[in-house]
């Protein structure tokens, strides 16, 4: 699954230019609102690597092959349930940087 690998490589992409431009950033706002942004493509990256793992064991049962499955599976939980909750912080800090942004310019 070459679209996965690159999804991969791509949110990891974005997840090193977020978190450059959280700490380049001096307001504190939008040092949250950027640290959200990294935190969904990390976790996007987490939970493609779970689907990943699994297509590439060709979902054959085995028992030698089900600690891997557990694994691939924890990946993709904590994966997307993180990068919910970060996206659920991003909606949360959007607003708030337009105050931020008005206030810092004053």
Aim: proline content about 3%; glycine content about 6%; hydrophobic content about 50%.
């Amino acid at each position: 699954m070459a679209i996965l690998v690159f999804l991969i490589i791509m949110s990891g992409v974005a997840y090193l230019y977020f978190k450059t431009k959280q700490i380049r950033t001096p307001r504190p706002v939008e040092k949250e609102w950027q640290a959200s942004r990294a935190g969904m493509a990390l976790g996007v990256g987490m939970g493609l690597v779970g689907i990943n793992t699994l297509f590439l064991f060709n979902f054959e049962l085995a028992s030698n092959l089900i600690f891997t499955y557990i694994v691939a599976l924890l990946f993709i939980i904590i994966g997307f349930s993180s990068a919910w909750i970060r996206y659920k912080a991003y909606k949360h800090y959007t607003p708030l940087l337009a105050e931020e942004e008005n206030n810092w310019n004053n």
